[in-house]
């Protein structure tokens, strides 16, 4: 399967499987369309932020909840009227292009390296990320990869990138990719007794851990900013700016900083604020 035909299948893919409010709105409804990574989703972040939003400004927030490279071209191709995603390089290129308006920092938490418990790469050993992931490579153990070009998808590239393993070299032995989300990912590490990155919420959320453990995590280059953006309505003059807008402004505002900040997951905070005053 060539890489475009890969891109379009994980789309589609993706699209039909998030439950989100249908689109058949009532005339005059007032709502927006937030193209989203799955973490955020999948974390449940939306459900406990988002309701307090749409009380207090009566805008209804629709959230396309997909990897981090659709949630791009879906708004790149204005079907979203604000964008958040967690790759900055990949953010700061779609405002440098002119999709986007300004990009805000929003909030931040990490990634980790997830494996099976008796770690045979011996990756809890390693002094550094890039150290865990050579060891799986020169150990030959099995890594799943989302592999949907995601913001994890791409973090996971520049590790191997930086510890000088190509993947694209590697074949289909030890190095797996899925071309599925974060869940679908972690439920196959799990049935295989595999490693992977992932995102903290996500795993703090996913009830399938089976024999897996955080074997590799607070390291530098694990840091996961996520960032939130206007489309930009000179080239999409459909664009909700006035409600969109208004919904960043909100996110960033000490309410919707404050609720960020309180949301658990296990008694753990998921998610840190980062907006500046």
């Given at each position: 399967?060539s ?85 900055r390089?990949s ?6 292009q ?15 390296l997830?494996?099976?418990r ?91 851990k ?24 000179q ?24 609720l ?18």
């Amino acid at each position: 399967m060539s890489a475009a035909t890969k891109f379009f299948f994980c789309l589609i893919t993706a699209l039909a499987s998030q439950v989100f409010i249908p689109w058949s709105a009532n005339a005059g409804e007032r709502f927006i369309v937030v193209a989203s990574t799955t973490s955020t989703e999948n974390s449940g972040l939306y459900n406990f932020v988002l309701p307090r939003f749409s009380e207090q400004t009566g805008i209804e927030v629709r959230v396309v909840a997909v990897g981090t490279g659709q949630a791009l071209y879906i708004a790149q191709n204005g079907d979203a009227d604000v964008l958040l995603v967690h790759h900055r390089p990949s953010e700061e290129q779609f405002i440098s292009q002119g999709h986007g308006v300004t990009r805000y920092d929003l909030m931040y938490n990490d990634y980790i390296l997830v494996g099976p418990r008796d770690d045979p790469a011996s990756v809890l050993f390693a002094a550094n990320v890039i150290g865990a992931v050579q060891r799986i490579a020169t150990n030959k153990s099995l890594f799943i990869s989302r592999g949907d070009d995601s913001g994890t998808h791409k973090k996971e590239l520049e590790l191997w990138n930086q510890s000088g393993i190509d993947t694209a070299k590697v074949g289909n032995g030890w190095y797996q990719e899925t071309g599925r989300g974060m869940g679908g990912t972690l439920n196959m590490a799990s049935a295989l007794d595999a490693y992977t990155l992932t995102d903290r919420a996500t795993w703090l959320k996913f009830g399938n851990k089976g024999r897996l453990d955080i074997l590799f995590q607070s390291d530098p280059p694990l840091f996961n900013p996520y960032g939130i953006i206007l489309v930009n309505p000179q080239k999409h003059p459909h664009v909700k700016t006035l409600d969109g807008q208004t919904f960043i402004d909100w996110m960033l505002s000490e309410t919707g900083q404050t609720l960020i900040a309180n949301y658990r997951i296990l008694g753990q905070q998921a998610f840190f604020p980062t907006a500046k005053p």
